[in-house]
């Protein structure tokens, strides 16, 4: 399908998303203390070849040439988080002023450019500090969390409209909590739990911290959801296994936030979560927020597995199904952004989806100085085309971000995977458009 930016009218917002640690560097600068990445990517053997981001694409001290890029690329939208221990180095008290002009910086020249800038509050760096005592898991962080965010809109938000309060709470409690694949290393089912329904908590009571300081902003919070299906269609065990991890991946964030509870019913395990539950948490876990964002990269079929522990199911590996696939091992399928939207549009109570993170990775290789990375072009093309079917059949989506401005910091893949529309040489810091970057550009 052919289309262009004005077929999903003036209104539509376009944009490109980031996140602090993956991009800033400068990770002892100017009087910031350490997050939970700081420190578990010292750790040997955590992350591909024993990288880190301690400079990652050093945008703290490059931010003004690369937002002069984005306006140049004629990108109208960042989205962008905030390093909590920047700004305030032991998570809660004394603040860090110079922390608070490098983002008064970034926001005031995006401002100068045109370029509206959307934050996410917490893009899973806590500070240390916090994670010393206990971090997630412990229910203080409901008050720690307030602290932050009442910090950041005083601050900014005079002049930032749009506000995410988590990113993929999913993602930083399952890979930090439960697996230990991400900071801080955590692993076991009670540590899960405990964090998830703290990070549920929290994901509301950011939302009225910031309505009840700024009515005028526009709040919402973000969730990765991949469309599920079972391996094999005609088996019942693993169509039931497809409904638990669908439960687990895709609704355990969303359903308390819209009043519905947790999806128990469907997935046992996560009635255990109630010993960590308080009298009348229940109300606390939900509120209204003015839009929804969508993170969605890819499709997983499951199937039955009886000897994974708790849930009974697995997820067969896109390289297992000789498919298309990108260097993270995740299957291209475009129709799974409609099935997602579809879905998240459903619910009563959502007025709006944002696509707040698409993309992918792929082998970028130079000839003669051009970046053709012509799969990601076709990737971009196809995902958004679904996208474009999504509004016509009145599905409520206003905005689409491509993950993400420059290659960066891939978390526990390192540098390896490139998801940029800007390559980064990260021994020169010299950034290059890609013909994907060029494409979006002019779309
Ligand atoms: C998402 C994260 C983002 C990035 C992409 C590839 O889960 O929110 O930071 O790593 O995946």
């Given at each position: 399908m052919l289309f262009t930016r004005n077929d999903f009218g003036e209104d539509f917002k376009w944009g490109v998303s980031t996140a602090a640690y993956q991009i800033e560097g400068a990770h002892n600068a100017d009087g910031k203390g350490p997050s939970i990445w700081d420190v578990f990517s010292q750790r040997k053997k955590k992350i591909f070849n024993n990288h880190n981001g301690n400079i990652a694409c050093d945008y703290y001290h490059h931010y003004a040439e690369d937002l002069a890029l984005m306006y140049n690329l004629n990108i109208p939208n960042h989205r962008f988080s905030i390093s909590w221990s920047r700004i305030l180095p032991n998570g809660i008290g004394a603040v860090n002023y110079k922390g608070i002009d490098f983002y008064n910086h970034v926001i005031d020249f995006c401002l100068e450019l045109g370029i509206e800038p959307w934050i996410t509050?917490?893009?899973?760096?806590?500070?240390q500090a916090l994670q010393q005592k206990g971090g997630w898991t412990n229910r203080d962080v409901v008050n720690w969390f307030s602290y932050f965010v009442d910090c950041c809109i005083k601050n900014f938000g005079n002049r930032v409209k749009y506000w995410m309060v988590l990113n993929e709470p999913m993602v930083f409690t399952g890979a930090g909590y439960f697996l230990g694949v991400h900071a801080p290393g955590k692993k076991g089912l009670s540590n899960f739990l405990a964090a998830s329904h703290h990070a549920a908590l929290c994901q509301a009571e950011g939302g009225r911290i910031i309505k009840s300081l700024r009515s005028d902003c526009k709040v919402g919070t973000t969730f990765s959801y991949s469309h599920i299906e079972p391996f094999r269609h005609y088996d019942e065990k693993d169509v039931n296994a497809a409904v638990k991890v669908d439960a687990l991946l895709n609704r355990m964030f969303i359903e308390p936030l819209l009043g519905l509870g947790y999806p128990t019913k469907d997935l046992k395990i996560l009635e255990r979560i109630e010993r960590f539950i308080y009298p009348h948490d229940e109300k606390k876990l939900a509120f209204e927020m003015d839009f929804v964002g969508l993170q969605n990269y890819t499709r997983e079929l499951v199937s039955h597995a009886p000897l994974m522990p708790f849930i009974r199911a697995k997820i067969i590996k896109a390289s297992k199904r000789d498919v298309d696939r990108t260097v993270m091992d995740w299957e291209v399928y475009p129709p799974g952004i409609y099935e997602a939207l579809k879905r998240i549009n459903a619910y009563d109570g959502v007025k709006e989806i944002i696509v707040t993170e698409n993309g992918a990775a792929f082998e970028d290789l130079f000839e003669d100085g051009i970046l053709d990375d012509h799969k990601r072009v076709k990737f971009l093309q196809d995902y958004i085309a679904q996208v474009l079917l999504a509004k016509r059949d009145g599905i409520k989506v206003g905005g689409y971000f491509v993950w993400t401005f420059f290659d960066n910091f891939e978390w526990a893949e390192g540098y390896h995977p490139r998801f940029g529309l800007v390559h980064v040489d990260f021994a020169t810091q010299r950034r290059t458009i890609k013909n994907s970057g060029r494409w979006y550009s002019v779309f």
């Open positions: 509050l917490y893009h899973w760096d806590l500070p």
